[in-house]
């Protein structure tokens, strides 16, 4: 039970280029979110999938688009990188019922030159 | 809109002994949740405790527990007996129970705790 992983989990673009952050969760949990956390800051959320089959924007989504891919995977885009979007990703789950608790992914370190 | 407020960027405090770290929320509604996150310098983030906000009981977790205080919407975590391993960011955070919003977590900007040996 490998719980929350993400993959890069370094990565480092020059502006204008595209990539594609991925997460997967093997607890079976209904929601999953992307956050980013920038120094002197808690985290932020980007998007969420309350359910496979949807996805809402969070407090911070210029920039990005998701993928809910399946009830495992929620992948995150920057189609163009901008220095701007320099920031540690964390992606996470919750069962999304009542208990609420979400379980954080390792964090992907993205730098954008 | 849903506030989180760590007032203390830093904290220490010496191994064996107690502290407590401040947190204090905003919100108009009455049914939530309440969380404190640890992360270690592994960046990874760990869920410490959580407390509903109905339960007038103060949750507890081993070493850890909380101070909630719903009506000066005040939301403490007491580390007793610190281990040079609770050294790490907290964060405190908030999410409500219903709705399009139904666990999103609104943080506090963190608290860095350093267990002195």
């Known amino acids: 039970n490998a719980g929350v992983t993400q993959t890069p989990k370094f990565q480092v673009l020059k502006t204008g280029q595209s990539m594609t952050l991925q997460c997967a969760q093997d607890m079976n949990h209904n929601s999953m979110y992307w956050y980013r956390q920038d120094p002197g800051m808690g985290l932020r959320l980007i998007y969420y999938s309350a359910s496979e089959g949807t996805t809402d924007k969070g407090e911070v989504p210029n920039g990005y688009n998701v993928s809910r891919l399946n009830k495992r995977e929620f992948s995150l885009r920057l189609e163009s990188a901008a220095p701007s979007q320099t920031s540690v990703y964390f992606c996470?789950?919750?069962?999304?019922?009542?208990?609420?608790?979400?379980?954080f992914g390792p964090g992907t370190r993205l730098t954008v030159l | 809109a849903q506030t989180v407020t760590q007032s203390q960027p830093e904290m220490s405090v010496q191994e064996a002994e107690t502290v407590t770290l401040s947190c204090t929320y905003d919100?108009?509604?009455?049914?939530?949740?309440l969380f404190w996150y640890k992360q270690p310098p592994s960046r990874q983030m760990i869920l410490v405790i959580r407390q509903e906000a109905y339960k007038q009981q103060n949750a507890t977790e081993n070493r850890f527990s909380v101070n909630f205080q719903k009506a000066a919407k005040s939301f403490s975590l007491k580390i007793s007996d610190s281990q040079l391993g609770d050294t790490a960011m907290y964060f405190c955070a908030f999410s409500l129970t219903y709705g399009g919003s139904q666990g999103n977590l609104i943080f506090g900007k963190g608290t860095k705790l350093s267990v002195k040996p």
């Open positions: 919100t108009s509604e009455n049914n939530y949740y």
């Open positions: 996470a789950s919750s069962e999304g019922t009542s208990i609420n608790s979400q379980y």
